[in-house]
């Protein structure tokens, strides 16, 4: 089939308009704003950020009677170890985004909507500007869009490189000035979002899908993919295969297909050894696992894992799992925000034990504290950043525990390199 989001050619306005972009806008502005939420709803599109919560759903939240301005913001800020598809996009066809916000916007009644992009995408940042003067030079962004009477601005805002920002209600804190934190729900922020008002938060593929939604219907989309698990979905391919990069395919795709015909397979002398399927958040999956799954909500969780961001990781037999649930605690351990005492204290307990173990000073009860911390970090907190570290660690000790009883005896790290001490 061909790509919905990742087309040729659509790269700056005049592209995108010859495909038949703005099209959409159009005929969106020509309906109802509760017509467009229920086609949504009738697409079947769930939010690609990780979540997987129904969008059209999601937008219906509004409050109907609600008093004062509504915001969209679009969640740009993508910082899950493994995940790179909202960058690519927004490089490749950022009109997609900006009329999917259009569109939206008129949906939930929104005349603001903000970009919320990563400090660290710089080059993103500055074509998402330059595009957007562009669509509202030409009346697609700004007052009564297409002499609809429908308003609508667009900024781009730029964050400063922290993950819990990726975490809906902390954008919204770094949204409005301050320390980027996650916030106690409820209120959600349908009801008390950005500066208090009613606002939807939605990722960068969600929005880029709307309007191929709007144009082909509801229902040409829903007949993509799965029957819970439709229309298409951005993988990033990251670790020793031999086309590594972002693709496009229905979901549902096995990971056999993905890696064989879409990545060109794995290296000359590589073998297979574990894969992370939705971001570094996400519980591994083992070889066996790995090679029966197909990539789905649904197909996926029954494996135990899940979708999440769609960050494939792929891991061979030459790594060692040790070493490498190391490097995460590491990572979640930094970007903890430090506001619930169980990520806070968790993520730094697993770390320290993990560098015990790593360097061969720890012991197999290292190995059970290991798993102990992690549930009980599980579920305690205020955002899931405490459960993207506790997911993880289970599942690399449940799959791999002999190599991380083989650190505990001091012995080696696989399959035949000596521990360096």
Known sequence: MDNILLKDKVCD???????????????????????????????????RGGAGFPTGLKWSFIPKDAKGPRYLVCNADEGEPGTFKDRELILKNPHALIEGM???????????????????????????????????????????????GFNFELHVHRGAGAYICGEETALLDSLEGFKGQPRLKPPFPAVK????????????????????????GGEWYAAIGTPKSTGTKLFCVSGPVNKPGVYELPLGVTFRDLLEQSCGGLKEGKRLKAVIPGGSSTPVLTAEEAWAVKLDYEALATAGSMLGSGGVI?????????????????????????????CREGCGWIEKILNRLECGRGTRKDIDTLVSIAEGMTGRTICPLADAMAM???????????????HAAGKYCPPDAPVKR
């Open 13 to 47: 306005l005049p592209g995108y308009f010859a495909a038949g972009g703005y099209k959409p806008l159009k005929k969106a502005l020509g309906l109802k704003p509760a017509d467009i939420i229920e086609e949504v709803k009738k697409s079947g599109l769930r939010g």
């Open 102 to 148: 259009a569109i939206a916007a008129y949906a939930i009644g929104a005349e603001t909507g903000y970009i919320y992009i990563r400090g660290e995408f710089a080059a993103e940042g500055a074509l998402l500007e330059r595009e957007i003067f562009s669509a509202r030079a030409k009346g697609f962004i700004g007052a009564n869009i297409l002499g609809s």
């Open 193 to 216: 979002g950005l500066f208090a008002s009613p606002t939807v938060i939605n990722n960068v593929e969600t929005l880029a899908a709307v309007p191929a939604i709007i144009a082909g």
């Open 314 to 342: 792929v891991i061979d037999e030459g790594q060692c799992m040790v070493k490498l649930l190391q490097v995460l605690a590491r990572f979640y351990h930094h970007e903890s925000c430090g506001q619930c005492t169980p």
């Open 392 to 406: 993880p660690v289970i599942s690399f000790v449940k799959k791999f525990r002999a190599e991380f009883e083989a």
